[in-house]
């Protein structure tokens, strides 16, 4: 009978509070932008998996965002939604869901930076070795390249939930719209000091990693493009890094808001907002920016758009 006390199996999530007046508002914000996020994200990977030009390591890597963002959101959105229509009371979640959908939340956050960190590694190749990337980043270099963001990211977090799960439960109350690490054992009554030193080790190793390798490819990109002066090459570094950082700059501040909100405890729902909408702004940023800048996918956009006009416009004078 202790054990099932101090180790409830049924937990209550807190969720977003909102008025009453403002819940089916915030409920189809929500709504529209997670159904934005699906079909811009599952249009991308469909369209790089479909079109045999977009068959480049480039886009290849970019399919794995992309992937990863349907992921993170898929985990959360559905269940949030839920929970908003129903009275807080009823908001339960079970022990193990919770530790998937935790699992799953920080997967999604440690392979943003991974996967960032592979393409701009790609950048830095096709930038400062174009004369060698057709031999460097190969279809096997790209596929141990994804293995290694997703296999790290994995490893990270098995570590980060398993050190969490060890612990036993005396509380069951998740003050958190969704269920993540810290949210899991703050629910124990033990001591988690090991939770909180390697809780900080993997932010601060992953952070470090993600922002120096940045910082250092782009570094060595601008000390090529000064040297060689380049117009076309110059042009061509612009357009390619421009859309990179853009989405990295995204998911670098959208996670950092959160981060910096745990400091201030009377900014709580403000934190809760940003963690949710560190889901929902690189989600629905992502393939639009990405979509905008390439102009393989715009072609492909615009032959589709005026191959429809085109037929519009022959059954329109048929009838």
């Given at each position: 009978?202790?054990?099932y ?14 008025s009453?007046?403002?819940k ?40 794995s965002?992309?992937?990863n ?9 559905p ?23 935790a ?30 990337y ?40 998740i ?37 120096g ?10 000390a ?23 989405l ?8 950092m808001i ?8 009377q ?7 940003s963690?949710i ?16 800048q ?7 956009l ?5 191959s ?12």
């Amino acid at each position: 009978m202790e054990n099932y006390t101090y180790n409830s199996f049924t937990l209550q999530l807190e969720g977003l509070k909102v008025s009453d007046d403002s819940k089916y508002p915030v409920f189809l914000f929500f709504l529209f932008s997670y159904s934005f996020i699906m079909f811009a994200n599952v249009g991308i990977v469909v369209l790089i998996c479909t079109q045999k030009s977009l068959h480049q390591p480039l886009y290849l890597l970019f399919c794995s965002l992309s992937i990863n963002d349907i992921l993170g959101n898929s985990n959360m959105m559905p269940r949030l939604l839920a929970d908003m229509l129903l009275p807080p009371s009823e908001r339960l979640i079970s022990y193990y869901e919770c530790v998937v959908q935790a699992f799953i939340i920080h997967m999604f956050a440690t392979a943003s930076h991974t996967v960032l960190m592979i393409m701009s590694f790609d950048r830095y190749v096709a930038i400062c070795n174009p004369l060698r990337y057709a031999t460097i980043m190969t279809k096997t270099m790209v596929i141990k390249l994804t293995v290694s963001a997703w296999g790290v990211a994995f490893v990270l977090v098995g570590i980060l939930l398993g050190l969490t799960i060890r612990l036993n439960r005396c509380r069951t109350l998740i003050s958190n719209p969704f269920c993540d690490n810290a949210s899991l054992f703050k629910l124990s009554c033990e001591s988690v000091f090991i939770n909180n030193v390697y809780g900080l080790t993997f932010s601060v190793v992953l952070l470090t990693a993600s922002i120096g390798s940045v910082v250092l490819t782009y570094s060595k990109i601008t000390a090529v493009c000064l040297t060689r002066k380049n117009k076309s090459l110059n042009s061509k570094a612009l357009k390619t890094c421009s859309t990179h950082l853009c989405l990295y700059l995204i998911m670098f501040f959208s996670g950092m808001i959160p981060i910096a909100l745990h400091r201030f405890p009377q900014y709580i729902y403000q934190r809760k907002v940003s963690s949710i909408l560190f889901h929902i702004i690189p989600g629905s940023l992502n393939p639009v920016i990405y979509g905008v800048q390439s102009t393989e996918i715009r072609k492909f956009l615009s032959n589709i758009f005026q191959s429809k006009r085109i037929f519009t416009i022959t059954f329109n004078r048929s009838f």
